[in-house]
């Protein structure tokens, strides 16, 4: 978008802006954080740092306003507070203007001030629990599912068709008892034949689930939709 845009740019496509931040060739336009070249008090750009952007931010929204009411805008000057990288696993390092910190130490200033960073209180107080939960304990991985969605649509289907239906519910499979006394292999084959579905036979999972068939939900909106439909045709 800035590439594009019929601006000034340095060589290294920045939209060149006075110390302002304000765009010499377009006054009207302003520029700040990455996609700006403002020139620091000696006449070098200020890094693409997170840091200069955000304070960059504050003085342009102050300028901007400060033009509206007709004041002069005022120029942007900072100095770098310091640098701070993780290392993660509880290690980072960093220089806090002219102190040099490094190991938990760097890892706890550098996770406050970020933290600090994010605004409103009840979001930190949420972020630090997350983060004291994650220190004390394993992550938990979960499956993020779409299919419970569908499997509930299923699950409601085969109650409708009059079918005893279990499962479903977070989880991606619905277990239906056979109608009529019928085995689970005859349960499939009806359900080939008559509807077109394929389900699981609940005797391929051992005698315990003989008279039960099983649908799986791994399938789109549309097709579980479809299944729901065949299902109420069920004789
Ligand atoms: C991997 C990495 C690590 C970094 N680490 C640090 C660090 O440790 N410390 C530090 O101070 N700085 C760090 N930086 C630099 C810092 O992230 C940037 O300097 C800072 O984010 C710049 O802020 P910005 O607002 O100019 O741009 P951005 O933060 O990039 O914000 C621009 C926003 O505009 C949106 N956008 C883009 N195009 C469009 C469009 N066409 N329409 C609408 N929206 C659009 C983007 O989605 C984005 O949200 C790092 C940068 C990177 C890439």
Redesign the pocket.
Known sequence: ?VAELPVEKDRHGHIVVDGTMRCPSHPEVWA?????AIPAPDGRPY????????R??RVLARNIAGVLDGRTPQPFVYTTLG????LGHGKAFGQLLKVRVRGVLAWFVRRTYYLLQMPGWGRRLRIVTSWTFALLFRPEIVKVSLDSEAALLLREAAADAGLKAFGGVNAPYIWVKTPESLTSWQMFDRMLRELNVVITPGAGFGAQGEGHFRISAFNSRENAEEVARRLGTLR
């Open positions: 978008m700040l954080g990455d996609c700006a890094p693409s740092l997170a840091q200069h952007a955000l960059e931010a640098m701070m990288g993780s």
